[in-house]
């Protein structure tokens, strides 16, 4: 059974930083593509960054330059890093886990089928 856990998350103020990790365990499939979705209060969950088990990235515009994704195959974790942080980034942050031959880095959530719990990120201003 694939489990994701996701920690990390906390409250921090405007400009500052905070690193998420995601804790897969359950599979052992080689080609895999991880992800970080997120949700604010009153709004749409929306993809934030991808990568793939080549190691292929995507970001979404809002976050390009500030968070970086990555992954510690041999840990199976996956990583966020958020750098300048902004009010805006304020929401619950999901990781996701798709496992399928030749998938390939996405932010269509509808594309993954594992997901975590979530982490809470709040940034004050």
């Known amino acids: 059974q694939v489990q994701l856990v996701e920690s990390g998350g906390g409250s921090v103020q405007s400009g500052g930083s905070l690193r998420l990790s995601c804790a897969a365990s359950?599979?052992?499939?080689?080609?895999?593509?991880m992800g970080w979705f997120r949700q604010a209060p009153g709004k749409e969950r929306e993809g934030v960054a991808a990568?793939?088990?080549?190691?292929?990235?995507s970001y979404a515009d809002s976050v390009k330059g500030r968070f970086t994704i990555s992954q510690d195959n041999a840990k199976n974790t996956l990583y966020l890093q958020m750098n300048s942080l902004k009010p805006e980034d304020t929401a619950i942050y999901y990781c996701?886990?798709?496992?399928?031959?030749?998938?390939?880095?996405?932010?269509?959530?509808?594309?993954?089928?594992?997901w975590g719990q979530g982490t809470q990120v709040t940034v004050s201003s």
């Open positions: 996701a886990a798709e496992l399928r031959n030749g998938v390939v880095t996405t932010l269509a959530q509808y594309e993954y089928k594992y």
């Open positions: 990568i793939d088990s080549d190691g292929s990235t």
């Open positions: 359950g599979y052992t499939y080689s080609s895999v593509c």
